[in-house]
């Protein structure tokens, strides 16, 4: 029978061979695509989720099995995130040029490259510029709010999954998602 | 009626995240308030756009991610190492010299007296990279060009005299 995510971590604790490698796996996916979610730079969100895993291979011993491993994970993940953010939020300021994506030499990604938003809600656009256009938005929240949309919308959690991730209470995970999505809804023009 | 809307419980209505009592009274007042049912349904609307148009990451190899994962977590675990390691070790230890000798020479380093800010950027980002650990990092400087400028110093011709 596989074994759980819970058992796994356990396992993991105990250095039990193999446990890490399968765990890494399961969640390798998930993981990058949360951390692109939030920081929008492929180099960061990889470098993010491998440090996420690096950190459960050092606490695993630390999972006391109180909420399920997913949640736990995604909060050492978010975690990591947030403070890439803000490290590179103070770095920028230091050197004071304004914020500048980069994801290296490769194509451009058509979210990054988006213009940014004004309110001009355009009838009939197509589903693709829509998409383009809902994202880019999105990349305009406050990293709490951008992740508890990713964690919501994107990632089915529940309210009180996202606050134990985000570290907040529920409320505040309430408000954060009124917030983000009644200005996503401002933004594009969906006020009724 | 302001102050009884319930504005902020409505994204859990839509998903149906709230206990019975909750749900119950958010029903309620859904039912009685137009501007909540419009609201409440304008937010699942943009939900099920939010979660059926959320863009894909860019694709990775996943056989290099795990590898360098391994790397990564091997190097945690194990540390920099002793000291000793890097005499057996002459190109880190060389480069590692090399990178010391160029910015002791300077002074300061040359993006700080500069204005480039693209230069600046990347000298104080080399401080916080874990250079010395990180060999492919520093093979990749420009560190035998550096070599050289430093070994030519007394065949650089003398300033002239006005």
């Not at chain 1, 949360?34 to 730079?41: E, G, H, K, M, P």
């Not at chain 2, 910015?103 to 990347?122: F, K, M």
Request: glycine share 4%; net charge negative; with cysteine.
């Amino acid at each position: 029978m596989e074994s759980s995510d819970e058992q796994l971590c356990r396992a993991v604790a105990e250095r039990e061979p193999g446990a890490f490698d399968l765990l890494v796996e399961r969640y390798q996916e998930r993981a990058y695509r949360i951390a692109w979610s939030v920081l929008r730079d492929r180099e960061d969100a990889r470098d993010c989720s491998q440090e996420a895993f690096i950190r459960l291979h050092e606490s695993a011993g630390s999972f006391a099995g109180q909420s399920k491993f997913s949640t736990w994970f995604y909060r050492i993940l978010v975690n990591c995130c947030l403070d890439q953010q803000r490290r590179r939020r103070g770095w920028r300021r230091l050197v004071g040029w304004r914020d500048q994506r980069a994801d290296g030499p490769d194509e451009p990604d058509p979210v990054e490259q988006a213009p940014a938003p004004f309110l001009d809600p355009v009838e009939g656009m197509d589903t693709e510029r829509r998409m383009t256009k809902v994202w880019a938005l999105v990349d305009e929240l406050s990293p709490q709010q951008r992740a508890a949309v990713t964690l919501s919308c994107r990632e089915g959690l529940a309210t009180k999954d996202i606050a134990a991730v985000l570290n907040v209470s529920e409320a505040t995970v309430r408000v954060h998602l009124h917030r983000a999505l009644s200005t996503l809804r401002r933004r594009l023009g969906d006020e009724g | 009626m302001k102050d009884v809307h319930v504005d902020e419980w409505l994204i859990d209505h839509v998903r149906g995240d709230l206990d019975p009592a909750d749900r119950a009274r958010v029903d309620a007042h859904v039912a009685a308030c137009d501007d909540c049912r419009a609201s409440r349904d304008r937010f699942a609307a943009l939900m099920t756009e939010l979660a059926r148009t959320a863009p894909a990451p860019p694709p990775i190899h996943w056989g290099a991610y795990r590898a360098e994962l391994r790397e990564r977590l091997e190097r945690r675990t194990t540390g920099p190492g002793p000291l000793w390691a890097w005499l057996v070790r002459p190109l880190p230890a060389l480069a590692a010299a090399g990178l010391v000798a160029v910015l002791v020479l300077a002074g300061l380093p040359p993006a700080v007296r500069t204005s480039d800010p693209i230069a600046l950027d990347n000298t104080i980002l080399a401080t916080q990279l874990d250079m010395i650990a990180r060999l492919d990092v520093v093979q990749q400087l420009d560190l035998l060009e550096d070599f050289n400028v430093i070994g030519e110093l007394d065949e650089l011709p003398e300033p002239q005299k006005s």
